[in-house]
T-cell receptor, first 113, second 117 residues
Framework: EAGVAQSPRYKIIEKRQSVAFWCNPI?????LYWYQQILGQGPKLLIQ????????DSQLPKDRFSAERLKGVDSTLKIQPAKLEDSAVYLCASSLSLSYEQYFGPGTRLTVT | AQKVTQAQTEISVVEKEDVTLDCVYE???????LFWYKQPPSGELVFLIR????DEQNEISGRYSWNFQKSTSSFNFTITASQVVDSAVYFCALSEAGAGNNRKLIWGLGTSLAVNP
């Protein structure tokens, strides 16, 4: 069974530019998560989808971050405009449903200069 | 409020030693789930175990074992005969079974384990 796919794996942008990340979850997984992980810290949940509806986006900086999950499958996370403090690894995860174990993709390492 | 505490920030052991990673949690719910994840230097988070609050039976998987004690709100993880490949950051996490936002995963800060040859 294919795992969670993410692209790109690495991205370097200048501050104030925009960037988008893509995630394809494990087939059949209803719940999809985007996390931000800063070096040396644990994952921080940005947004959680159940099918194509948002369950939790309380920690998503909505003035610059946006995410969508069209048709309840793939998802994109966008940052516009980026700030230096957005430099982090962005992790996508999926699970069968809420409270089930989450399976993570390899992450996208973003560097904002 | 939910909370997960991993008091050990860093642990260093020599190969073949046994090591226990502590996890203490707080929750007001009677139904919840506990998890352990491993994050090796490559960076990808790997699911290790999920345990529901009604199942206090200890779990063993190869060299890994987990001890769940509701009386002390702990879900500790032991690696027996540690190997260099076990070097990673290990995260403990909690999810309540309620509706909506309560189902998000609450993560501990992680314990960095270094197994030296």
């Amino acid at each position: 069974e294919a795992g969670v796919a993410q692209s790109p794996r690495y991205k370097i942008i200048e501050k104030r530019q925009s960037v988008a990340f893509w995630c394809n979850p494990i087939s059949g997984h209803a719940t999809l998560y985007w996390y931000q992980q800063i070096l040396g810290q644990g994952p921080k949940l940005l947004i959680q989808f159940q099918n194509n509806g948002v369950v939790d986006d309380s920690q998503l900086p909505k003035d610059r971050f946006s995410a969508e999950r069209l048709k309840g499958v793939d998802s994109t996370l966008k940052i516009q405009p980026a700030k230096l403090e957005d430099s982090a690894v962005y992790l996508c995860a999926s699970s069968l449903s809420l409270s089930y174990e989450q399976y993570f993709g390899p992450g996208t390492r973003l560097t904002v200069t | 409020a939910q909370k997960v505490t991993q008091a050990q920030t860093e642990i260093s052991v020599v190969e073949k030693e046994d090591v226990t990673l502590d996890c203490v949690y707080e929750t007001r719910d009677t139904t919840y789930y506990l998890f352990w994840y491993k994050q090796p230097p490559s960076g990808e988070l790997v699911f290790l175990i999920r345990r529901n609050s009604f199942d206090e039976q200890n779990e063993i998987s190869g060299r890994y074992s987990w001890n769940f004690q509701k009386s002390t709100s702990s879900f500790n993880f032991t690696i027996t005969a540690s190997q260099v490949v076990d070097s990673a950051v290990y995260f403990c996490a909690l999810s309540e079974a309620g509706a909506g936002n309560n189902r998000k995963l609450i993560w501990g800060l992680g314990t960095s384990l270094a197994v030296n040859p």
